[in-house]
């Protein structure tokens, strides 16, 4: 017998799976399969601004739409898939790319998490080392220290 957590899984893949293919309106696609292959790829990588960790092929935004119709658009008028991608970007920015392009003004997107990762190793690193070095009260005590605390554990026997 098939375990219930098995099932439920399965039932949960399907599910999800199934969304993504419904995002896509059947008047959306594209006669030609090809073409519709390619716009399928290209709208993998383009972000929906309205859901925004969502690519456009799989929001049921109405924006994700009519951007899945632009996408379509450009291909049946002869674009070449970069020339579809950097019309969206001209028109949107580079914020509609999923994955940002590698350029100067994105160098931060790219470069942050590892200035943010190097900045906690090295605090990480200090910390450790902090608590390493003795503290300044576990130095040996003066001799005026030594001979103050005499005078007092004297006086409290007495």
């Not at 959306?28 to 960790?53: F, I, T, Y």
Request: hydrophobic residues 45%.
């Amino acid at each position: 017998m098939v375990p219930m957590r098995l099932v439920l899984l399965t039932l949960a893949w399907l599910a999800g799976s199934m969304a993504s293919a419904l995002s896509v309106q059947p008047d959306e696609v594209l006669s030609d399969p090809k073409m519709e292959g390619r716009a399928r790829a290209l709208s993998h990588e383009l972000r929906c601004m309205v859901c925004q960790n969502q690519s456009i092929d799989d929001s049921d935004a109405p924006l994700a739409r009519d951007l899945r119709i632009l996408v379509r658009e450009r291909l049946r008028a002869g674009d070449s898939d970069s020339q579809v991608i950097d019309f969206l970007v001209a028109r949107y920015g580079e914020f509609v790319l999923l994955r940002p392009r590698f350029l100067w003004h994105t160098a931060l997107l790219w470069f942050a998490p590892l200035v943010i990762l190097g900045a906690g190793a090295v605090a990480l690193l200090l910390a450790i080392r902090r608590r390493r070095t003795p503290a300044e009260s576990a130095r040996p005590l003066s001799a005026g220290e030594q001979a103050r605390l005499s005078e007092l554990t004297k006086s409290d026997g007495g």
